[in-house]
C-alpha cells in the first residue's frame, strides 16, 4: 500500500523523465559555438553559465511532440577557452548526456552526473576522442536502471500484474512483459517502428486501469495474463525507447548501449518485483490481504484513468 501512496502522489507528466537533459554541442566556426538543449517543457528556459571571454545569446526554442522543449543558445567565445573552462549547465537535472563535436575532429558522448562531480563540462573533456566500452555499457545500466524506477506508470503496471498472480504464474506474466518491451525498444531505437509519443504514453496509462480491472476479475488473468502482459508489454517498450531516443548514442555504440539500458530496465524492474514481494508477505499475517489487493487495485486503476484523461488532454496543448 505505501507503494501505491508514492505512486499517487508521483507528478502524472514526469512519467517518462529520465532526469537527464539532453544537448548536443557543435563547434561550426573557431570559437563559435551552437548548443542545442533538450528539456522536459516545465523546466523554465535559462543561458548556460560560460568564460569571461565567451557570450551567449539566445537562438530560439520549439516544444517538441515528446513534450520536450529545445532551447537554442549561440556562444561566441573571443579565443581558446582556456584549460579548465568550460560550460556550466543550471538546468535541474540529476545527469547530462552530452554530444560534442569540434572542429578539431574531436566527437565525444558521454555522460555528466551533477550529483558527484558537479555540472561543469570543460572543453577538456570534449576533446577527449575515445573512451572504454566498459564506460559505455555502465552508463547505459545505469540510465536503464533509473528510468524503470523512477518511471511511476511502467511501475504502476509491474504492480498490477504482481496483484493478478504469484509463483510461477507471476514469473510468466514478468517474462512476457519483458519480452514484449525488449523486442519493441530493440525496434523503435533501430528505427524500424515509428509511432506518435504522446499517443503511446496515454494508452500506457490506459493499460495501467486495464490491468487492474484484471485483477479484480473472479479468476484474474487465469487465462488472458500472458498475452494481456505480453501485448502491453510492446507498449510499453514503446516509452522506453521514446526516453533512450531523446540521449542518443555515439556512432558504433547503439548495440552496447541497446543492449545495456535494457539490462538495466530489468534489473531495476526485478528489484521492484522483489520489493512488492517483500511487503506481501509482512501484509500477510495482518489477516487482510484480499481486502488490501482489491484496494490496490481499485486505486492503480484510478490512476490510470487519471493519467490516461491528462495525457489525452495534452493533445490539444
Partial sequence: MPLVFALLLAPAASAHDTGVASIVLQENAPNQFLLQVKL????????PGVPASCQVTAGGSRTLPSRNRLDI????????????????FPWRREAVAVQATLLDGSERTFFINISERGSKLTFDEMRETARPMWQTLEDYFTLGVEHILSGWDHLAFVLALCLIASGRHLVALVTAFTVGHSLTLALAVIGWVNVPIPA?????????????????????GKNRGVPIALLFGLLHGLG???????????????????VAFNIGVEAGQLLFVCLVLALALLVR??????QARAAT?????????????????????
Fill in 285 to 290: 499475517p495482518l489477516a487482510f490481504p484480499l
Fill in 297 to 317: 487495485a481499485c486505486l492503480l486503476g484510478a490512476l490510470g484513468m487519471f493519467w490516461t484523461i491528462e495525457r489525452v488532454a495534452s493533445f490539444a496543448v
Fill in 200 to 220: 503511446v504514453e496515454a494508452c500506457i496509462a490506459l493499460s495501467i486501469a486495464f490491468v487492474a480491472r484484471e485483477v479484480l476479475r473472479p479468476s484474474p
Fill in 73 to 88: 543558445w549561440a556562444l561566441s567565445c573571443m579565443g581558446p577557452v582556456a584549460a579548465g573552462e568550460g560550460i556550466d
Fill in 40 to 47: 522536459p517543457e516545465n523546466i523554465e528556459p535559462e543561458p
Fill in 240 to 258: 522506453f525507447a521514446s526516453a533512450l531516443n531523446e540521449i542518443g548514442f555515439r556512432q558504433g555504440e547503439l548495440l552496447a548501449g541497446l
